[in-house]
T-cell receptor
Framework: GAVVSQHPSWVICKSGTSVKIECRSL??????MFWYRQFPKQSLMLMAT?????????EQGVEKDKFLINHASLTLSTLTVTSAHPEDSSFYIC?????????????FGPGTRLTVL | GNSVTQMEGPVTLSEEAFLTINCTYT??????LFWYVQYPGEGLQLLLK?????DKGSNKGFEATYRKETTSFHLEKGSVQVSDSAVYFC???????????FGTGTKLQVIP
């Protein structure tokens, strides 16, 4: 099946620093990648959608200057949390999909736990 | 807009009990419906899916039937195991669109 990896699986950083999270599709080409943030009470919030080679589309309320998304190739998307603060601590999950799927199945990465001190 | 409503958890069951997790949806078109499962500390995995009315998705003993008349996609399993303990998300995706709308998730705990 389609495999999506994320790196790192967890990261701890100081307030004010930037953190980059990578999302890779290992055995397929992902035309679209998604970034989600999961809050402690389980809800999954879509942050942005990115298509290879174009700018990401951010959901309402998500600061694009704070959460920088780059989808440079068909197998790699990165999320950079700039000037991180404790309130950015969360579980970040990416997913990837490829064109041609009638039911738009997304394949999810294992997630990255970010803790900002 | 689209929305998915799941029963609130947590749901605690004894091993071999029958499981039902209710899910209803609101959509403007003819969505595909999904159940995802998230085990502790992991990302989401697709558990099962149904792409049109009256389809039944099934996997690992779990089943869900796409009911257009009641806009529902309830998850069922006849006999749960401790290893089924996880958070279950109901979701939908409109045909032709990439965006998936998730429910808030239902935590299932199965005790021996």
């Amino acid at each position: 099946g389609a495999v999506v990896s994320q790196h790192p699986s967890w990261v701890i950083c100081k307030s004010g620093t930037s953190v980059k999270i990578e999302c890779r599709s290992l055995d397929f080409q992902a035309t679209t990648m998604f970034w989600y943030r999961q809050f402690p009470k389980q809800s999954l919030m879509l942050m942005a959608t990115s298509n290879e080679g174009s700018k990401a589309t951010y959901e309402q309320g998500v600061e694009k200057d704070k959460f920088l998304i780059n989808h440079a190739s068909l197998t790699l998307s990165t999320l950079t949390v700039t000037s991180a603060h404790p309130e950015d601590s969360s579980f970040y999950i990416c997913s990837a999909s490829t064109s041609g799927h009638v039911y738009n199945e997304q394949f999810f990465g294992p997630g990255t736990r970010l803790t900002v001190l | 807009g689209n929305s998915v409503t799941q029963m609130e958890g947590p749901v605690t069951l004894s091993e071999e009990a029958f499981l039902t997790i209710n899910c209803t949806y609101t959509a403007t078109g003819y969505p595909s419906l999904f159940w995802y499962v998230q085990y502790p500390g992991e990302g989401l995995q697709l558990l099962l899916k149904a792409t049109k009315a009256d389809d039944k998705g099934s996997n690992k003993g779990f089943e869900a039937t796409y009911r257009k008349e009641t806009t529902s996609f309830h998850l069922e399993k006849g006999s749960v195991q401790v290893s089924d303990s996880a958070v279950y998300f109901c979701a939908l995706s409109e045909r032709g669109y990439q965006k998936v709308t998730f429910g808030t998730g239902t935590k299932l705990q199965v005790i021996p």
